[in-house]
């Protein structure tokens, strides 16, 4: 079976002792691709510095929603050095992100204003250097829609997809059609209390679909809880096969297909 991760996060500590191991083990298990995405400056150096050491893995620069607030006094700096990072290696930093709103941790008006500010300079980084975006929505299903609604038709060719989508089928609808987003299906969708989603997946055509870990997080219902690895999105293709209702080879090879095409790789 053919296997791309579109978002994963191999750097982080928890795979320190065993990464070399772990890589390995999902690469003869038909991983063809993972894409190392960063968080905020340092995470961003860190996927970029992990994807250079094999073909197989591509990085994106940015900072998440959660680490708006933090980096915000600084965010012309940080996008400077994202600005060189992606002059010196434009092969292998293929995405801007994860940007997005999340008031999910924490939530105020000036946090949410922040994290607007921020996610519109990613989509005019991303517009400039023609990358792809990587979007996090996190208890902002209507402030996601009404930002969209508002800002990406002010731009041409904006790509993006909405990373472990959770949202509900009215949601897939209108970012799949009205914008082309692409819908970063990951573990979540295997848990059984998550109908909305299997039922989004239901009525969105393939083409829009892409696979996912968000490693190590959100492993699949059946190692849920343990650390996530590239090579267990083989249960979340297993689901969309048989929801699409179509064969498992003939269904990871489509969905092989998407991601590269997203990420023009
Ligand atoms: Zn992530």
Known sequence: MQIFDTHTHDYFHTFDKDRDEMLKEDFSSGVMGKVQIGCDE??????LKLARTDEK?????GIHPCYVEENFEKREKIFNIFEKLLKENPKKII??????FDFYHKDSDEMREKQKTS???HIQFAVKYEKPLVIHTRNARKETLDFFADEISKYK??????????EDAHFAKTVTEKYGFFLGIGGVATYPACKEIRNAIDETPIKFLITET?????????????RNQ???????????????????QECS???????????GV
Not at 42 to 47: I, P, R, Y
Not at 57 to 61: I, K
Not at 95 to 100: A, K, M
Not at 157 to 166: E, P
């Open 42 to 47: 340092e995470t961003s150096l860190q996927a």
């Open 57 to 61: 893995m591509w990085a994106t620069v």
């Open 95 to 100: 995405g801007i992100g994860e940007t997005g």
């Open 119 to 121: 996610f519109i300079q």
């Open 157 to 166: 060719n904006v790509k993006a997809v909405i990373h472990c989508f959770s």
């Open 214 to 226: 968000d490693s190590p997080y959100l492993a699949p219902q059946s190692k849920r809880g343990k």
């Open 230 to 248: 590239s090579k267990n999105i083989k249960e979340v293709i297993e689901l969309i096969s048989e929801i699409k209702k179509i064969p498992l």
């Open 253 to 263: 090879e489509i969905l092989v297909k998407n991601a590269k095409q997203f990420w």
